[in-house]
Structure formats: structure tokens, C-alpha cells
């Protein structure tokens, strides 16, 4: 086992980032078949959606090809797992602990949506904010792994690939949690940037409401797996966009 001269810490690649990943390499190939398959899986429902979802995608992508967009994210997501694995050992999928991190995610992604629901009520969110089902049932699960990717795997990725590299002597635990309160900032305010009125108290409410969702994903990303981070989303998703995206349209409108 070797350790880097900054007090024992291991290097970028070092052989005790190796380590793991050769004891355990049939875990290992598991991950990447999840992975791709869920990646896989996300490009079967866009081409589902094609072309009758395109009106949709380009609310969120503008005039990107849906199909290009979520191909790319896969790989880029892949890649920038590959290098959160190597150096803060995130994981794709822990196996028994993922049971844990889905429950936990359903629990807060139930309080979170039942918050923004009451909100509604009360800041009214425009009429069209939901995709109609039945588009909806496989729109969001795929607008939710694009956002997962470039809200939360990129950034990560980025930030904790950048303080390995300039900030040497700060320990990794101490470097990915920077790295996540940085994270967290970026989906709600691309959210309330493109709100009517970005400094109303709807847009105030919003962004607070968006960076606990993001800052509790990503503490379940660190302490489970992107699948469970992954599946806060989904449960979220089909409180917020589904199941009350049907029921607003008739209480609020």
C-alpha cells in the first residue's frame, strides 16, 4: 500500500484507490452493468417519446436533439462517476445498503413534495409547469437523469477532481464536502433564472425548496449511492409533476 507525501493521504492513483476496485471487481463490473443499463433504458424512453415529447424537451434542452442529449449525459455521467468512485469511493450502486438510501430518499422526497404542494396553494405556479400524462410517466424519468448528471455528477466530478489537484493537503472528506455545498447551488438557481420574476417571493421560496432537495440528494449520493440519489428524484417527481401535476390542474385552475 503506498501513500502520498502529504501526510499519508492516498494520491489520485495511488495503489490504494486501486485497491478496492481489484478486490471487488465483480461489484465493480455490476455497477457499470446498472449503469448502462439505466442509461440504456433512458434512451429506449426518448425515442418513445420522439416525436410526440419534442414540444417538451425544448422547455428544458432548447433545440438539442433529446436523444443526442441524453447520450451524451450517459457518457459524461460515466465518466465523471468513474473519477468520483477513484477518488471519494461514490458509488453507482452498494447493493445492500441501496434498500436504506431508496427509503430514506421516498421519506424526504414524501415531506419535500408535501411542502411545495402547501406552496402551490399559495405562490400558484404557472398553470403548464407539468408535462401531461401519460407523456409524463416516461418524460420525467429521463429529464431526471439528465438533471442528475449535469446538476450533481458533473459538478461533483469537477469540483473534487480540481481541489485533488490544486488543494493537495486538505483531506478528501473535507474536500467533497465543499464540493457538494458548491454542487447544491447550481440547480436551483438555473431554476429561478428562468422564473417571470427571479427575485419574487416565489422565486425566493423556490430556490431555498430546491437546494435542500439537492443538498439532501447529494448527501445520499455520499453516504449511499447514485441510484438512491437517483430514485429521490423519481419519488419527488411523481408527488410534484405527476400525481399533483394531475390534481392542480382541476383544484388550482
Known amino acids: 500500500m503506498t501513500h502520498d507525501a502529504n501526510g499519508g493521504r492516498p494520491g489520485l492513483l495511488s495503489l490504494t484507490a486501486l485497491e478496492p476496485q481489484k478486490r471487488h471487481s465483480w461489484r465493480t463490473r455490476d455497477q457499470w452493468f446498472v449503469f448502462a443499463s439505466v442509461s440504456a433504458a433512458m434512451l429506449v424512453l426518448t425515442e418513445v417519446l420522439s416525436p410526440s415529447a419534442d414540444e417538451h424537451f425544448r422547455r428544458f434542452l432548447g433545440s438539442a436533439d433529446p436523444l443526442f442529449v441524453v447520450a451524451a449525459m450517459a457518457v459524461l455521467g460515466g465518466s465523471c462517476l468513474a473519477v468520483l468512485r477513484l477518488i471519494g469511493r461514490l458509488e453507482i450502486l452498494k447493493g445492500p445498503t441501496t434498500l436504506r438510501g431508496m427509503g430514506f430518499s421516498a421519506v424526504a422526497a414524501t415531506l419535500l413534495a408535501s411542502a411545495i404542494i402547501v406552496a402551490d ?15 409524463a410517466l416516461l418524460f420525467y424519468p429521463v429529464i431526471g437523469f439528465v438533471a442528475e448528471i449535469f446538476f450533481h455528477v458533473l459538478p461533483m466530478a469537477v469540483l473534487s477532481l480540481a481541489g485533488q489537484l490544486l488543494c493537495g493537503r486538505m483531506s478528501t472528506q473535507r474536500m467533497l464536502w ?17 422564473m417571470a420574476d427571479p427575485f419574487s417571493w416565489a422565486a425566493v421560496y423556490t430556490w431555498f425548496h430546491v437546494f435542500v432537495i439537492a443538498c439532501l440528494q447529494l448527501y445520499v449520493f455520499r453516504r449511499f449511492d447514485f441510484i438512491s440519489m437517483y430514485s429521490f428524484r423519481l419519488f419527488y417527481y411523481a408527488y410534484w409533476h405527476i400525481i399533483w401535476g394531475v390534481i392542480r390542474i382541476q383544484v388550482l385552475f
Open 178 to 194: 465543499i464540493a457538494m455545498a458548491l454542487a447544491a447551488v447550481t440547480e436551483p438557481t438555473f431554476q429561478v433564472t428562468f
Open 121 to 135: 396553494f399559495i405562490v400558484r405556479y404557472p398553470e403548464d409547469i407539468n408535462v401531461p400524462v401519460p407523456e
